[in-house]
Nanobody
Framework: QLQLVESGGGLVQPGGSLRLSCAAS????????ISWFRQAPGKEREGISC????????NHADSVKGRFSISRDNAKNTVYLQMNSLNPEHTGVYYC??????????????????WGQGTQVTVSS
């Protein structure tokens, strides 16, 4: 059974950093694009960062370029989202999602078939 489990969220002060983890089970990362999405209260789910399964190429939303980075550890079957210089606008529930043989060209939620339960990130002083 394919499963994604996010962890690493929490409360952080503005300017701080967090690293989110997305642990995958039931499938190999090599064949799936994995993307992170954020959903802020009252807003639509927004694509943040993505890593391609076969090539390892990444893509980031313009709003987080230079601030967030995505990586993976194939041995642990886990994808990470490193978030630096956080501000209150980054508050929301962060989800990881998988798309079989997917690409990271467009960070569009309907392109991704499998989703984790989400982890809350709150940036506040």
């Amino acid at each position: 059974q394919l499963q994604l489990v996010e962890s690493g969220g929490g409360l952080v002060q503005p300017g701080g950093s967090l690293r989110l983890s997305c642990a995958a089970s039931g499938f190999s990362l090599d064949h799936y694009a994995i993307s992170w999405f954020r959903q802020a209260p009252g807003k639509e789910r927004e694509g943040i960062s993505c890593i391609n399964g076969s090539s390892g190429r990444t893509n980031h939303a313009d709003s987080v370029k230079g601030r967030f980075s995505i990586s993976r550890d194939n041995a642990k079957n886990t994808v990470y989202l490193q978030m630096n210089s956080l501000n209150p606008e980054h508050t929301g529930v962060y989800y990881c999602a998988a798309a079989y043989l997917g690409y990271c060209t467009v960070l569009h939620a309907p392109f991704f078939n499998y989703w984790g339960q989400g982890t809350q990130v709150t940036v506040s002083s």
